[in-house]
């Protein structure tokens, strides 16, 4: 299973040229050394600024240090592509997951795995284990493993594999990234679709090509960027409710990444350039509770489902049904209680509730979370951003999933 190195031994790899690098080592070592000092880099180091170089006076960029030239989409998808097996893999998944939302597919869609990714041997051993169970199950759910590498915080906080891959506070970001295009290889060479969070509007560029399915999170799904970045994806996109529990907003989401648009973006040599996208068919709402509270029983499933109809046409993958996360709100981030609602699903699943399309679990090797730290101080499998159930929980959990699924089959006959 050994598709790529420690992480730490990314570096090693064949590097990607610039030939114009914006600082060199000893200007990096100083920019770094005066930060960790708590002073000011543009003020407290005598290193070259770019306007020094072309002769633009220094009133711009006054809270904005350029560190690093990062390696073109062009550079990253050529150095490490997909193979035939994983593009095959990834053009099936997504297929089968619209066929999934628009009910022409009567398995249950399923997202599950770490609530973050920050140990690349941690997601491949998780993968190895759920692409068994993925074929045990497969005649009744849609597995896809949940690869999440951007982190959004409601304050501070760790930002993700891609921010900080060395959880230290380095934000080696240019490391970050190849190594997230390589996980995302790594899982798909064990067999299982992927789905991630896009947050940082350029990161698609470099890893969508390798993506199943994605979410607009609740801190981005009123954000008239993340609705334009989803009318150009090429996969399935999941809106979620609002923090404040507003599902008109996820609903908007949908209604406005189905149509085209026209804004500033990055082309796959990096340049900035004007990006005109086609609109987005496969939107749907996921419900996450909020901070007031879950939003998952029939009630508010019933409700929710009405006001999506009253919105929009009924032929979009919206109106016929939708993603329960049984995690966040809808369980308090308690991984106990979150197994509870996987449950409760699961009976209404077998009663034959319709509408639910799919859902999302938070699940890693060990269950619950730890405080972010560098690798060598971690427990390994364990989260270091929300609880997740622990894998022995997941798999009985999939297991009852699978069998309402079958139960609800029976009762329909």
Known sequence: MNVMQESDAIMGD??????????????????????????????????LRWEDQVGVNRIVNRRVLELELLPTPAQVLSQYPLDEQSSALVAQSRHEIRQCLYGEDDRL???VGPCSVHDPQAAFDYAHRLAALKKQLDKDLLIIMRVYFEKPRTTVGWKGLINDPDID??????KGLLLARKTLLGVLQEGVGVATEFLEPTSPQFIADAVSWAAIGARNTESQVHRQ????LSMPVGFKNATDGSVSAAINGCITAGQR????????????????????PDCHVVLRGSSSGPNYDTGSVKQIMQDIRNEMDMNTAASHGLII??????????EHRQAQVVREIAERIAQGEHVITGIMMESFIEGGNQKPAPLSELVYGKSITDKCIAWNETQLLLHELAAAVRHKRCSSM
Do not use: W, Y
């Open 325 to 334: 996360d049984c995690s966040h709100g809808n369980s308090g981030k308690d």
């Open 109 to 111: 869609l399923v997202i």
């Open 261 to 280: 648009h026209s804004f500033f973006g990055i082309d796959h040599l990096g340049r900035a350039c004007s990006v005109q996208t086609l609109g987005n």
């Open 14 to 47: 064949t590097p990607i040229e610039h030939s114009h690098p914006l600082h060199t080592p000893e200007d990096m070592q100083a920019i770094q050394q005066t930060l960790h000092d708590g002073k000011n880099p543009l003020n407290d180091t005598d290193v």
């Open 169 to 174: 506070g380095t934000h080696n970001i240019r």
């Open 229 to 232: 970045l989803a009318s150009g």
